[in-house]
Nanobody, 122 residues
Framework: QVQLGESGGGLVQPGGSLSLSCVAY????????MGWYRQGPGKQRELVAI???????NYSESVKDRFTISRDNAKNTVYLQMNSLQVEDTSVYYC????????????????WGQGTLVAVAS
């Protein structure tokens, strides 16, 4: 089916920037939605940003003025450019994809990446 490979996490100072990448591997009929979620210490997993294959984007209110999501549909890749990072952004960031199975009659499925840590600290 689909597996997701994430990269780009690391340690950055407050006010700095990082860029995350996620590539979808495997078989599918269509890759409908790709995006990012995060889970910080003692918190529930939350939406960061998602983008449909048609280019529609949704952002969390806490990041919409600082983060930018983008997709390269030909490469089955989604990116997250993070600017003006704050300590509160420290989280494990998870890539997510919703896709239609290579046999469409099977239906819609969902895949998650293993997570990449973004640590914002002085």
């Amino acid at each position: 089916q689909v597996q997701l490979g994430e990269s780009g996490g690391g340690l950055v100072q407050p006010g700095g920037s990082l860029s995350l990448s996620c590539v979808a591997y495997g078989t599918f009929f269509s890759l409908d939605t790709m995006g990012w979620y995060r889970q910080g210490p003692g918190k529930q997993r939350e939406l960061v940003a998602i983008e449909t294959s048609g280019g529609h984007r949704n952002y969390s209110e806490s990041v919409k003025d600082r983060f930018t999501i983008s997709r390269d549909n030909a490469k089955n890749t989604v990116y997250l450019q993070m600017n003006s990072l704050q300590v509160e952004d420290t989280s494990v960031y998870y890539c997510n994809a919703k896709y239609l199975h290579v046999i469409p009659e099977v239906g819609n499925l969902e895949a998650w990446g293993q997570g990449t840590l973004v640590a914002v600290a002085s």
